[in-house]
């Protein structure tokens, strides 16, 4: 789950990390509000969308004066700002945060992010803030520093003063640089995050770090036992469809194809969606609904899949394993009877009892079209929706 910049920071000043005063507006009177209760003549006024490089993208100005700030939040509210992470269809801004302007000196780069591959969390720390980082890595990867933290024993401070000494940064921050890696990982494992991210932390022309901007991820597995971060949750960024599927328990990723894939496991949804392309298709989705799909699931995934306008035919690439093929057979069948199937319908069961659904599926007099296999019933969805 992702999460507002605006956010992040809240829960940044929880941890003790510094960041700059400021507040969300959800209009431009809010932010002019705002703006005013600060104790500086600069203010930043910043997007708050789920998407990065909405500096680039115009989402992010510099108020010199606090007479502008209610002309940059009219002009930014509204607006569909797009970057290279929301796609050409952008993102509408409905909130903005007003900050107060900082004396900057030297950016740094700071993030926390989760190893699956080793079992640890990783530090990486840079001078070269401010900047793409994924940049940095490519053209200059002697400038990150990373260290692996054994979660047994935890971040200690003298890894922190480490990675300053590396970094060579001032002696009047090391201590502060070494207090604020633990407060942010002590949030990663108190919180659930998958990724912090600082970029830029600034040190101050006062030789004092300050975070101003925050970037958090958090693993969805964790938020139940974290009431407070799922009450973040921001639906108004999810596409609505995404939203809904969540509701049933369905994992659903809207592409941009046009064939609907309905699948059971996310190795099998990878393997579809290749042989779709394969064969000459481009799929609209990724559907799983899971091991144990019952026939409510079976139509609940089927309203989903028939309420994107884009999609021109349906693709079922089940493997009953744990679910019995009949079963799924069954729920599609009950379910191309209750919903207006109006788009080929091509399914493709393989496992226990795949036989039976097969029979199940040929006599039902549905107009459907049972696949033998994964290449056939890609062949077959794709030349249905030619």
């Not at 910049?5 to 960041?19: G, I, S």
């Not at 509210?77 to 903005?96: W, Y």
Request: hydrophobic residues 45%; aromatic residues 6%; contains cysteine.
């Amino acid at each position: 789950m992702n999460i507002h910049e605006y956010q992040a920071k809240a829960l940044f000043a929880q941890y003790k990390v510094p960041v700059p005063k400021g507040g969300v507006a959800f209009s431009a009177k809010e932010a002019v509000s705002i703006a005013e209760s600060l104790d500086t003549p600069i203010c930043v006024v910043k997007a708050q969308i789920h998407a990065g490089g909405r500096g680039k993208a115009g989402g992010v100005k510099l108020a010199k004066k606090k007479e502008n700030v209610a002309e940059i939040a009219k002009e930014l509210l509204g607006k569909i700002l797009v970057t290279h992470q929301t796609g050409p269809q952008g993102k509408e801004v409905k909130k903005l945060l007003v900050e107060e302007g900082v004396d900057i000196a030297k950016e740094l780069y700071v993030s926390w992010v989760a190893d699956r591959g080793t079992g640890t969390v990783v530090l990486i720390a840079s001078t070269e803030g401010g900047v793409d980082i994924e940049k940095v890595a490519e053209e200059s990867p002697e400038k990150l520093v990373k260290l692996s933290i054994d979660p047994v024993f935890g971040y200690q401070a003298y890894q922190g003063r480490s990675v300053a000494f590396k970094l060579a940064l001032p002696k009047e921050v090391i201590g502060q640089w070494a207090a604020l890696l633990g407060n942010l990982y002590r949030f990663f494992i108190e919180k659930g995050a998958t990724q912090i991210e600082v970029n830029p932390l600034i040190i101050t022309q006062q030789n004092t770090l300050i975070a101003i901007d925050a970037k958090v991820n958090f693993d969805d597995t964790t938020l139940f036992k974290n009431e407070d971060i799922r009450k973040l949750r921001d639906l108004d960024e999810e596409d609505p469809l995404e939203t809904r599927a969540t509701e049933h328990g369905l994992n659903y990723i809207k592409l941009d194809g046009q064939i609907a894939c309905m699948v059971n496991g996310a190795g099998l949804a990878m393997s579809t969606m290749d042989v779709i392309q394969l064969a000459g298709g481009s799929p609209a989705n990724f559907l799983d609904v899971g091991g144990g799909a019952s026939e409510e699931t079976v139509k609940q995934a089927f309203q989903i899949l028939l309420s994107d306008p884009n999609v021109k035919g349906v693709f079922v690439s089940i493997f009953g394993g744990i679910v019995r093929c009949e079963r799924i057979a069954g729920g599609i069948i009950n379910a191309a009877k209750e919903i207006s199937l109006n788009v080929p319908l091509v399914v493709r069961l393989e496992g226990t009892h795949a036989k039976e659904a097969k029979e199940m599926l040929s006599e039902s007099g549905l107009n459907l079209i049972v696949a033998d296999t994964l290449w056939d019933g890609a062949q077959k969805i794709v030349a249905a929706v030619k």
